[in-house]
């Protein structure tokens, strides 16, 4: 009974590849946001969707693609990593309309890039 | 950058003991939220108190908003060891959250 699950846990890989997280909830809610989470626990948001709509989209490399293919799914595809996108990824979940509403967060994606 | 900052950036405790930690902000608001993530986890939502409101209580918890002085408090009373954690406060403007880089807890046994 998972509220909002990430998978994988954890992914290491070497710079120049690509890779995939994918993010699914089961609350029922119509926002899904990713952010990242440096070393230094600063939390920042990268991009989020209404509905599949993309309504947020934060100073982020265009190397980072989000993609929605319904309202219970935020997947975050990254091209030719690099060692600075090493970070925690985090997806999160929130009701939309007239608020304000909380956020529901994954457990995260621990990125290791070597 | 990031919006919130809090004060102070760790915090020790003795189990039963009260914790106050702080956060400023610098723009204006809709709410602010405060968050607790343990270690290598993912961050549960506390508290939101909405920018027209003062004082907010949850059990334990209790959130002061100070819009004047763009600033905001998170009290934990009677500490237990489950409560060692970060803290993060979040200002929420146009369904953005920007956090600050937390308090980290420590509670003692």
């Known amino acids: 009974d998972t509220a909002v699950s990430q998978t994988p846990k954890y992914l290491v890989t070497q710079m120049g590849n690509d890779k995939s997280i994918k993010c699914e909830q089961n609350?029922?809610?119509?926002?899904m946001y990713w952010y990242k989470q440096d070393s230094k626990k600063f939390l920042k948001i990268m991009f989020s969707?209404?509905?599949?709509?993309?309504?947020i989209n934060e100073t982020v490399p265009n190397r980072f693609s989000p993609k929605s293919p319904d309202k219970a799914h935020l997947n975050l595809h990254i091209n030719s990593l690099e060692l600075g996108d090493s970070a925690v990824y985090f997806c999160?979940?929130?009701?939309?309309?007239?608020?304000?509403?909380?956020?529901?967060f994954g457990p995260g994606t621990r990125l290791t890039v070597t | 950058s990031q919006q919130g900052e809090e004060d102070p950036q760790a915090l020790s405790i003795q189990e039963g003991e009260n914790a106050t930690m702080n956060c400023s902000y610098k723009?204006?608001?809709?709410?602010l939220q405060w968050y607790r993530q343990n270690s290598g986890r993912g961050l549960v939502h506390l508290i939101l108190?909405?920018?027209?409101?003062r004082e907010k209580h949850s059990g334990r918890l209790r959130v002061t908003l100070d819009t004047s002085k763009k600033s905001s408090s998170l009290l934990i009373t009677a500490s237990r060891a489950a409560d060692t954690a970060s803290y993060f406060c979040?200002?929420?403007?146009?369904?953005?959250?920007?956090f600050g880089a937390g308090t980290t807890v420590t509670v003692r046994a």
């Open positions: 999160a979940s929130s009701r939309s309309g007239t608020g304000p509403y909380e956020q529901y």
């Open positions: 969707y209404n509905n599949k709509e993309l309504i």
């Open positions: 979040a200002t929420n403007l146009d369904y953005k959250l920007s």
């Open positions: 609350l029922g809610h119509d926002t």
């Open positions: 723009t204006s608001i809709n709410n």
């Open positions: 108190i909405r920018s027209n409101e």
